[in-house]
């Protein structure tokens, strides 16, 4: 079958780093992303990783390794919007999104 | 214009009503989805439609229809619905069905409410 695993909760404080870790095991790989849910609306897109490595834009950046299946986000200088939820989707070899359960991530200050 | 644009935000109906959510994008985008999502869970796919025609659908009940006029619209059309059918209706678009080549743009939702 197929699986996406995340912590279903993490606490950070506000200007701090957290990481979220995101494991899948899937039908063939064609890309993963991460998307920002606040409570009530819509997902909008954070990042797109496809090949190994780390991609950086801002505060944000996302790391993916293919062999370990595993990909994590990663938030710097935390601020209070930053509290949502976080979700990580594989496409899979149908080019299906495949979502986790996403992370609800708690900033204090 | 990066918008999907999703009409009602809320909607409230009994069982025996029939009405229709819709959405709305002027991206070029050539798929367009719709998800069903419950509070804290992730979304859940029902239909995509490629290139104005239905590619999947996700075993839907039949209750549930819907509908693409164009290449820009959307429509889903609700009748006999459950309580347990109340959730948050996404609408989303991506370049094309294959979305390893661009993400999806989702619209702000449409919060149903079956009483």
């Known amino acids: 079958g197929q699986n996406i695993d995340q912590p279903t909760e993490m606490t950070a404080t506000e200007g701090a780093i957290v990481q979220i870790n995101c494991t899948y095991q899937t039908s063939g790989f064609n890309g993963l992303f991460w998307y920002q849910q606040h409570a009530g609306e819509a997902p909008t897109f954070l990042s797109y990783n496809v090949l190994d490595g780390l991609e950086e834009k801002g505060r944000f950046s996302s790391f993916l390794s293919r062999s370990k299946g595993y990909s994590y986000l990663l938030l710097k200088e935390l601020q209070m919007k930053d509290s949502a939820s976080y979700l990580c989707a594989v496409v899979d070899s149908n080019y299906q999104l495949i979502w986790g359960a996403g992370t609800k991530l708690i900033i204090k200050p | 214009d990066t918008e999907v644009t999703q009409t009602p935000k809320h909607l409230v109906m009994g069982m025996t009503n029939k009405k229709s959510l819709k959405c709305e994008q002027h991206m070029g985008h050539r798929a367009m989805y719709w998800y069903k999502q419950k509070a804290k869970k992730p979304p859940e796919l029902m239909f995509v439609?490629?290139?104005?025609?239905?590619?999947i659908n996700e075993s839907v009940p039949s209750r549930f229809s819907p509908e693409c006029p164009n290449s820009s619209l959307l429509n889903l059309h609700l009748h006999a619905l459950q309580p347990e059918d109340s959730a948050l209706y996404l609408c989303?678009?991506?370049?094309?069905?294959?979305?390893?080549?661009?993400?999806?743009?989702f619209g702000e939702g449409s919060r149903l409410t079956v009483l």
């Open positions: 989303a678009s991506s370049q094309n069905r294959d979305t390893n080549t661009g993400e999806l743009f």
């Open positions: 439609y490629s290139y104005e025609k239905l590619s």
